[in-house]
């Protein structure tokens, strides 16, 4: 059981747009930054998302953050097969003062 | 370019202890701000932090894995490993070391490959 909860998957066409819940609570998202992985099938996590909403250098911008209260989201948009893989988000938990993960969202586009 | 590459036994048996490093390149371990840490992924399973090591010494552990972690730092070799003690089939896993972009609370921005751990006799 993650303390951080996603959809376990979801999927959308092509050129479609996609969003992906997290949802914590006070201790972690309500108070710290969400981040947002991208896991391709037998890679290892890739930073997608920082800061809430914010793009490391060299990710395509058809992925985008939000936050609100105790709940993030990760849209993305015009969909793409190689957009398949899994996708975590992760805070800072103050109150078990460490990370916490969700339990991943598999993304596939149909 | 900053790499990580995590090196051990790929082979544990039950109640012993696994042993892993992580080597950095491309940068200094000894760099002010930064935050090492180690994450793992059961097979099938999502990801689970473990712990992290600020240079010095520095760390915070997983409370549900503390009693059996342990992380330190060669600063000399470049190197920060993991220990995890008394295993069993349930820390079968992927084992991932990473950086955190600076302080320990900070989003992990460099990761290593991953190393498959199996706990088996």
């Known amino acids: 059981q993650s303390v951080l909860t996603q959809p376990p998957s979801v999927s959308e066409a092509p050129r479609q747009r996609v969003t992906i819940s997290c949802s914590g609570s006070?201790?972690?998202?309500?108070?710290?930054?969400v981040n947002w992985y991208q896991q391709l099938p037998g890679k290892a996590p890739k930073l997608l998302i920082y800061?809430?909403?914010l793009l490391p250098s060299g990710v395509s911008d058809r992925f985008s953050g939000s936050k609100s209260g105790t709940s993030a989201s990760l849209a993305i948009s015009g969909l793409q097969s190689e957009d398949e893989a899994d996708y975590y988000c992760?805070?800072?938990?103050?109150?078990?003062?460490?990370?916490?993960f969700g339990g991943g969202t598999k993304l596939t586009v149909l | 370019q900053l790499q990580l590459q995590e090196s051990g036994p790929g082979l544990v048996k039950p109640s012993e202890t696994l042993s892993l490093t992580c080597t950095v390149s491309?940068?200094?371990?000894?760099?002010?701000?930064?935050?090492w840490g180690w994450i793992r992924q059961p097979p099938g399973k999502g990801l689970e932090w473990i712990g992290s090591?600020?240079?010095?010494?520095?760390?915070y552990y997983n409370p549900s894995l503390k009693s059996r972690v342990t992380i330190s730092v060669d600063t000399s070799k470049n190197q920060f490993s993991l220990k995890l003690s008394s295993v069993t089939a349930a820390d079968t896993a992927v084992y991932y070391c990473?950086?955190?972009?600076?302080?320990?609370?900070?989003?992990?921005?460099?990761w290593g490959q991953g190393t498959l751990v199996t706990v088996s006799s």
């Open positions: 491309g940068g200094s371990i000894s760099s002010s701000s930064y935050y």
């Open positions: 006070s201790s972690n998202i309500g108070n710290n930054a």
């Open positions: 992760a805070a800072w938990d103050d109150r078990l003062n460490g990370w916490v």
């Open positions: 800061y809430d909403d």
């Open positions: 090591i600020y240079y010095s010494g520095s760390t």
């Open positions: 990473a950086r955190h972009s600076s302080t320990v609370t900070t989003h992990m921005d460099y």
